[in-house]
């Protein structure tokens, strides 16, 4: 049971536009949403998170959407630069139980110059 | 200091060998975890410390033995491993109830078994 879900396995956007990362859970019970952003051989760096009761959260260049109705969230980064080229991870968060952090299967996302 | 640190970087170990993976952290958070990771897959967990106690291990096989000697350090003993345990093994920490769920991951330790 895939409590999290990425859709787009990949994704290419070009320098200075817009990149739009979507995911998607079957949890209504999440406490928060996170966003993780991964190189090769390296651990996960923190993104950016928002807690179940907002519906927007911004952060510079990266700003979170969370649609509880439709239980989908995004990731926003505009504008786009290279140094954003890596695999993204969405991930869920509940505090009653195990405290432990549910992951997507991830996204990759290539910056265009 | 919010900084997860692990050593070693890169092990390579036959399926004999007996090694440990370790990681420290000094932000004062009081749980802290272990998940495994393969290529192209997300992270894997594998146990959950709270408080110096284990609070989850996810099915995982004896060969890994985890131990946390204190609230900063954590370590994973390998014993017998099969080359299918070759991937990236990270440590993770959560500053608790107070925080928003974000975990902070160390680089991790690259593992091959030979």
């Known amino acids: 049971d895939q409590q999290v879900k990425q859709n787009s396995p990949s994704l290419s956007v070009q320098e200075g536009r817009i990149s739009i990362l979507n995911c998607d859970y079957t949890n209504s019970m999440f406490d928060y949403f996170l966003w993780y952003k991964k190189y090769p051989a390296e651990g996960p760096t923190f993104l950016i998170s928002i807690s179940s009761i907002k519906d927007k959260n911004e952060d510079g260049r990266f700003t979170v959407f969370l649609n509880k109705s439709a239980k989908h969230l995004s990731l926003h980064i505009v504008p786009s630069q290279p140094g954003d080229s890596a695999v993204y991870f969405c991930?869920?968060?509940?505090?009653?139980?195990?405290?432990?952090?549910?992951f997507g299967q991830g996204t990759r996302l290539t910056i265009n110059p | 200091d919010t900084e997860v640190t692990q050593t070693p970087k890169h092990l390579v170990m036959g399926m004999t060998n007996k090694k440990s993976l370790k990681c420290e952290q000094h932000?004062?958070?009081?749980?802290m975890y272990w998940y495994k990771q393969k290529a192209k897959k997300p992270p894997e967990l594998m146990f959950v410390?709270?408080?110096?106690?284990?609070?989850i291990n996810e099915s995982v096989p004896s060969r890994f033995s985890p131990e946390c000697p204190n609230s900063s350090l954590l370590n994973l003993h390998l014993h017998a491993l099969q080359p299918e345990d070759s991937a990236l093994y990270l440590c993770?920490?959560?500053?608790?109830?107070?925080?928003?769920?974000?975990?902070?991951f160390g680089p991790g330790t690259r593992l091959t078994v030979l």
């Open positions: 932000m004062g958070h009081r749980a």
């Open positions: 410390y709270s408080y110096e106690k284990l609070s």
């Open positions: 991930a869920a968060f509940k505090y009653q139980g195990a405290q432990k952090l549910v």
């Open positions: 993770a920490s959560h500053g608790g109830p107070l925080t928003g769920g974000e975990q902070f």
